[in-house]
């Protein structure tokens, strides 16, 4: 077996590194350019004839299904490849891909890193998590798979640095697999999971998956395997409730028998869908300084990319999507303190200097103090009949570090159900900006009667 000694690493030295991406394109390989970009790399893009990515070096024609396309692909100035392109289904195609794609490279000590996935591992049962040293156990819609990851490992004997990855389940930038469970939500009324109740699925943020790969490319070993993964297990009936929040259904999630699926996505996805594992990413993370640190796939899909929110009063890019993202963690830090009934989180989201909150009920509170007196006096306890939960709808930014939030509030049960007969809530907030975090300076809870 493949080992991920970090002895076995080659050294960082700062290169900058030509690197043909195939699958450049999709869903990963679009986060995949950026890193590669953002790192300083120049990506070469392979397409069967999509639009460059804006941070492409340069765009390439090719079909790994037709492997006789690749021929030349792999010019001498490519000083690493990442194979991100789907396997075509047929074990033969994909070995002449690899071949066309890996040959150039011998003799060079470059890197070619190939995606496979955790369905590899099959079904890992109650046992701790996973590492890369398990044997493979496939299930069928990736059944010949790890034989095209030995046919990649095989070319370190041939002098080429071969990698392997294994990504978990892909989320974020509203894409991947749960952005299926978030159209089922929707499409079906209720939140929907498949197999069993007790599946987990582990799950990767697609940047930090991006980040993988930059590592891999730049450092990982000759005939290493890694499980890009940032959450070894999490429980499917979570993502499915959560994929129901991003949806706007609040209802018990409700799980799909495999029959079920497979009757509404095809018995091999089915099998997929309704895997239950326990993956561990921590060779990654120990061994080539992995870091992931996306936020949990749960709360991707309740409070991130899955659910955009409108914005104004700031210019579109990166700087105001991490604002808006600080704010909608500060919204799911109240809802969480209140869900949980912790007194003193949810005093922390107020600003310590003259905060002021009217409560739905339009009790006037002045100052922390006083906040701090209701809060210990009505929240011990409120929530065991039922709770509710908090979505950021709007964000206005009056200036850079001031913005005003429109939040809906919804009644629920404990299921995540929605409590019909209860009113929402539309709470406002002022949130202002100090030492770096976002804090609420003036608060009001109203009504909704309509
Ligand atoms: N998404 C996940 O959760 C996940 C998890 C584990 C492993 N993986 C693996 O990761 C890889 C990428 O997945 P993804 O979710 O990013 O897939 P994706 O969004 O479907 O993107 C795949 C890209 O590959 C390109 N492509 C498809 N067929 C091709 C062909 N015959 N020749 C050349 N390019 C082709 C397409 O680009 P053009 O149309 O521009 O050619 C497409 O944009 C796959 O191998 C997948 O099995 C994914």
Do not use: C
Not at 51 to 65: M, N, V
Not at 181 to 204: H, I, K, M, N
Not at 367 to 381: D, N
């Amino acid at each position: 077996m493949p080992t991920n000694e970090a002895s076995r690493l080659v050294p960082d030295d700062g290169n900058v590194m030509k690197v043909l991406l195939t699958g450049a394109t999709g869903y990963i390989g679009s986060a995949v350019s950026d890193h590669l970009a953002a790192a300083g790399h120049q990506v070469v893009g392979l397409t069967r004839g999509g639009e460059p990515h804006p941070s492409w070096h340069a765009r390439l024609i090719g079909d790994t299904a037709e492997p006789a396309s690749l021929a030349g692909v792999v010019t001498p100035d490519i000083e690493g490849v990442i194979h991100l392109a789907p396997p075509s289904g047929d074990v033969d195609v994909d070995t002449a891909a690899i071949e066309a794609l890996a040959a150039p490279l011998r003799g060079t000590g470059r890197p070619f890193v190939y995606t496979s996935g955790v369905w590899v591992l099959g079904a890992t049962g109650e046992a701790q998590e996973v590492d890369e040293e398990s044997p493979t156990d496939p299930i069928g819609i990736v059944g010949y798979r790890p034989r095209i990851e030995q046919r990649v490992l095989a070319e370190t004997a041939e002098g080429v640095r071969a990698v392997v990855v294994r990504p978990g389940i892909v989320y974020g930038r509203g894409g991947g697999i749960p952005a299926i469970l978030v159209d089922r939500a929707r499409s079906q009324g209720v939140p929907e999971y498949f197999g069993e109740e007790g599946v987990r699925w582990p799950t990767v943020h697609v940047d930090d998956l991006a980040e993988l790969f930059v590592a891999a490319v730049e450092r990982a070993g000759a005939g290493t395997v890694w499980h890009g993964v940032g959450e070894s297990a999490t429980p499917v009936r979570d993502l499915a409730r959560a994929a129901g929040r991003a949806a706007g259904v609040l209802a018990a999630p409700h799980v799909l028998s495999v029959e079920r699926t497979a009757e509404e996505f095809g018995p091999l996805f089915a099998d997929a869908l309704a895997l239950d594992q326990s993956v561990s990413g921590a060779a990654a993370r120990a061994a080539l300084g992995w870091q992931p640190a996306g936020p949990g796939a749960v709360a991707e899909l309740v409070s991130g990319s899955y659910r955009p929110v409108e914005v104004f009063g700031a210019p579109e890019g990166p700087e105001t999507d991490a604002e808006v993202a600080a704010i909608r963690r500060l919204v799911a830090e109240i809802e969480h303190a209140q869900q949980n009934e912790l007194v003193d989180r949810f005093l922390s989201v107020f600003r310590r200097e003259d905060p002021v909150w009217t409560t739905g009920h339009g009790k006037r509170l002045s100052g922390f103090e006083e906040i701090a007196a209701f809060t210990h006096k009505v929240l011990p306890g409120a929530m065991a009949e039922s709770t509710a939960v908090y979505d950021v709808e709007r964000v206005l930014f009056l200036r850079p570090d001031v913005a005003a939030v429109n939040v809906r509030q919804q009644p629920v049960r404990h299921d995540g159900s929605r409590i019909a007969d209860q009113p929402e809530g539309r709470p406002f907030y002022v949130l202002v900006k100090e030492d770096g975090a976002w804090r609420v300076g003036a608060a009001q809870n109203t009504v909704a009667v309509d």
